[in-house]
């Protein structure tokens, strides 16, 4: 049987679908940075390169939402256990599935000379299962390998799988693999958008952001687990429930309660209160809910006096309002520590309030380097994140004070940092 079997030789293509055109966009992006393409690429094996598939004429509506992984040598076998492996160990748990373009396989300019290449190369009397994309195609080509081509369909477990797959602008590769290779050849959709097991869908959010984190420096990352976090805006506590996994205490900064689910895990712990300028504007008195901070820490058996190792805050607020909110935190979070800020750009105005490098500008030099902003394959169309680490800055003073884009951060969305296109 032609292509039967999996051959580990290469390079081969990878098409990989996703739910929209803008996620497509987004794996290519992280991709093509440095720092962040472990997220998407954890080596060299797994794809050299990246194309968002288009057309001309291509609207939203009728947009492919197709990455093409170029330059792929890895097993089959190895690639596929990647992408479909835990949601916390890659961000393409947002893909619908794959289809293995193996050079062990046959392109057909056309797919009536694919069907013409199958009549005369592939075995009349093997059981076989289709595999096909487009998806909707299948109904339409059925007939055709059964009637016209003469191929003995099957749907059971034992049977051949025959993959056709017409990649727009390239042609059409069809490829056949044995039953026991065939979940190396294409992955179905169920499953794969699947978010995280969390309160809420922001818990997705948190998993990407700590993946970009543990991309850049998986030293730090590794260091930063033996201490406590800090989640600002948690609840109801999608945030606050990843983040008590992978550290040993957790205190959750928010007016409203956790759910009962995530209070009620070992190491959370909740201080009731607002941050930045609610606190104030509130009647509180930050020092004070600094103070419960700490002692909510020690409650979970953190070391009186130790820093927090990470700092999340999703915060429903503006990135204007962000910079006050981190004034107040980043004091409680230690030399290297990690920091993951949300900017959401919300309402009439979103388009126009200040980016990752604005942030960064309002919140005054030294608070914390190495600062990313992505645009995670989690975040709405009008959320950035910024993945940062604290700097040596320990006075609780501030003032603005300008930052140059360069030298403090750089973007992984396209643009500035910003929907708006500008710091």
Same mark, same amino acid.
């Given at each position: 049987?032609?292509?039967?079997?999996?051959?580990?030789?290469?390079?081969?293509?990878?098409?990989?679908?996703?739910?929209?055109?803008?996620?497509?966009?987004?794996?290519?992006?992280?991709?093509?940075?440095? /720092?962040?393409?472990?997220?998407?690429?954890?080596?060299?094996?797994?794809?050299?390169?990246?194309?968002?598939?288009?057309?001309?004429?291509?609207?939203?509506? +009728?947009?492919?939402?197709?990455?093409?992984?170029?330059?792929?040598?890895?097993?089959?076998?190895?690639?596929?256990?990647?992408?479909?492996?835990?949601?916390?160990?890659?961000?393409?748990?947002?893909?619908?599935?794959?289809?293995?373009?193996?050079?062990?396989? +046959?392109?057909?300019?056309?797919?009536?000379?694919?069907?013409?290449?199958?009549?005369?190369?592939?075995?009349?009397?093997?059981?076989?299962?289709?595999?096909?994309?487009?998806?909707?195609?299948?109904?339409?080509?059925?007939?055709?390998?059964?009637?016209?081509?003469?191929?003995?369909?099957? +749907?059971?477990?034992?049977?051949?799988?025959?993959?056709?797959?017409?990649?727009?602008?390239?042609?059409?590769?069809?490829?056949?693999? *044995?039953?026991?290779?065939?979940?190396?050849?294409?992955?179905?959709?169920?499953?794969?958008?699947?978010?995280?097991? $969390?309160?809420?869908?922001?818990?997705?959010?948190?998993?990407?952001?700590?993946?970009?984190?543990?991309?850049?420096?998986?030293?730090?990352?590794?260091?930063?687990?033996?201490?406590?976090?800090?989640?600002?805006?948690?609840?109801?506590?999608?945030? +606050?429930?990843?983040?008590?996994?992978?550290?040993?205490?957790?205190?959750?900064?928010?007016?409203?309660?956790?759910?009962?689910?995530?209070?009620?895990?070992?190491?959370?712990?909740?201080? *009731?209160?607002?941050?930045? *300028?609610?606190?104030?504007?509130?009647?509180?008195?930050?020092?004070?809910?600094?103070? *419960?901070?700490?002692?909510?820490?020690?409650?979970?058996?953190?070391?009186?006096?130790?820093?927090?190792?990470?700092?999340?805050?999703?915060?429903?607020?503006?990135?204007?309002?962000?910079?006050?909110?981190?004034?107040?935190?980043?004091?409680?979070?230690?030399?290297?520590?990690?920091?993951?800020?949300?900017?959401?750009?919300?309402?009439?105005?979103?388009?126009?309030?200040?980016?990752? $490098?604005?942030?960064?500008?309002?919140?005054?030099?030294?608070?914390? /380097?190495?600062?990313?902003?992505?645009?995670?394959?989690?975040?709405?169309?009008? /959320?950035?994140?910024?993945?940062?680490?604290? $700097?040596?800055?320990?006075?609780?003073?501030?003032?603005?004070?300008?930052?140059?884009?360069?030298?403090?951060?750089?973007?992984?969305? $396209?643009?500035?940092?910003?929907?708006?296109?500008?710091?």
């Amino acid at each position: 049987m032609g292509g039967a079997g999996v051959v580990r030789g290469g390079p081969y293509e990878v098409l990989v679908s996703t739910r929209n055109q803008e996620l497509a966009e987004r794996i290519k992006l992280l991709f093509d940075d440095a /720092e962040t393409r472990p997220v998407v690429c954890p080596a060299a094996e797994f794809g050299s390169s990246m194309e968002v598939l288009t057309f001309p004429g291509m609207t939203r509506r +009728t947009a492919l939402c197709l990455v093409l992984v170029k330059g792929v040598t890895a097993d089959p076998r190895e690639f596929a256990a990647w992408l479909t492996g835990p949601a916390e160990r890659t961000v393409l748990r947002h893909c619908k599935g794959f289809f293995v373009l193996h050079a062990a396989g +046959t392109w057909c300019p056309t797919l009536e000379d694919a069907l013409n290449d199958i009549a005369a190369r592939y075995p009349k009397d093997v059981p076989t299962r289709l595999h096909c994309y487009p998806f909707a195609a299948r109904a339409a080509w059925l007939p055709k390998l059964a009637y016209d081509v003469g191929i003995t369909l099957s +749907t059971l477990g034992d049977a051949a799988t025959l993959q056709i797959v017409e990649v727009p602008g390239r042609g059409v590769h069809w490829w056949a693999v *044995r039953a026991a290779d065939a979940a190396c050849a294409w992955r179905p959709p169920v499953g794969f958008a699947a978010l995280p097991p $969390g309160v809420s869908r922001a818990a997705a959010k948190v998993l990407d952001a700590l993946a970009v984190a543990d991309a850049i420096d998986p030293e730090a990352a590794r260091a930063a687990r033996d201490g406590w976090a800090i989640d600002v805006g948690a609840a109801p506590g999608a945030w +606050t429930q990843h983040l008590a996994a992978r550290y040993k205490c957790v205190v959750a900064i928010d007016p409203s309660p956790l759910e009962d689910s995530v209070a009620a895990l070992p190491g959370v712990a909740q201080v *009731r209160a607002m941050a930045g *300028r609610g606190c104030q504007a509130s009647g509180g008195d930050w020092d004070e809910v600094r103070g *419960r901070v700490l002692a909510a820490a020690a409650e979970g058996g953190v070391p009186g006096g130790s820093l927090a190792s990470c700092v999340a805050c999703d915060v429903n607020a503006v990135p204007n309002d962000v910079v006050s909110v981190l004034q107040h935190v980043l004091p409680l979070v230690r030399l290297g520590g990690l920091v993951v800020v949300t900017l959401k750009f919300l309402g009439r105005g979103a388009g126009h309030g200040i980016g990752a $490098g604005g942030l960064l500008r309002g919140l005054g030099e030294g608070w914390v /380097e190495r600062a990313k902003c992505v645009w995670l394959m989690s975040n709405t169309q009008r /959320e950035r994140t910024m993945v940062a680490w604290r $700097g040596e800055r320990t006075s609780a003073a501030w003032t603005p004070c300008g930052v140059p884009r360069s030298a403090a951060w750089t973007a992984v969305d $396209g643009g500035e940092g910003s929907i708006a296109g500008g710091g």
